[in-house]
């Protein structure tokens, strides 16, 4: 077995030494083989390099925060833009709750500006995300003009805040003149057990 390992490894040099297309292509495998490994090489040099170039790009942004001195400032502004934005949304012990509140308003609104509702449907959708329950209102009936206005004017200013989503009068029959409203408001939810 050894002698056959001999006899053949002589005719690979035999070979080796009597063929010089089999020299170049062996030299032209070992030198795409080594241009393959210095690229590859080189890619993991210039990704090393870019992420050095983040981390260094992080750590001056990270300082130049810790430098910053305006923190205090900007915590006071957003504390007052937090009480603002508070302001405007409403409060209720449940989603039934808030509900009522929303139908009431309207109907004494419209009540004080001598509009009648023919129909209130009110509806609510819970944001999962924000923890608020959006409670919607779509309403008609029959439209005065100047007390139509005078109730979509006093509704947008209001306090906290209704969202006007949409609102127009059906002038098609001279008779009787319709409007239509559709508007939300934002509720925070707090049951108490």
């Given at each position: ?18 063929n010089a297309r089999l ?152 008779a009787r003149n319709l ?15």
């Amino acid at each position: 077995m050894k002698a056959d390992m001999q006899r053949q490894w002589q005719q690979v040099r035999q070979q080796w030494r009597d063929n010089a297309r089999l020299r170049v292509l062996a030299a032209v495998v070992v030198a795409i083989l080594l241009f393959s490994f210095l690229q590859h090489l080189h890619q993991l040099q210039s990704e090393a390099k870019q992420d050095a170039l983040r981390q260094w790009q992080r750590l001056q942004d990270v300082t130049q925060l810790s430098r910053e001195s305006h923190w205090q400032e900007y915590a006071e502004q957003s504390e007052g833009a937090l009480e603002q934005l508070q302001a405007r949304l409403w409060h209720a012990e449940s989603e039934g709750q808030a509900q009522a509140q929303l139908r009431d308003l309207l109907q004494q609104m419209l009540s004080k500006h001598g509009l009648t509702a023919m129909r209130i449907n009110i509806t609510s959708l819970p944001d999962e995300d924000s923890g608020l329950v959006q409670v919607r209102a779509d309403l008609n009936g029959d439209y005065l003009p100047g007390a139509w206005q005078d109730f979509v004017f006093e509704l947008s200013r209001h306090s906290p805040a209704v969202v006007i989503e949409h609102d127009s009068v059906n002038r098609t029959n001279a008779a009787r003149n319709l409007y239509r409203l559709g508007l939300h408001a934002w509720f925070v939810v707090e049951a108490h057990q």
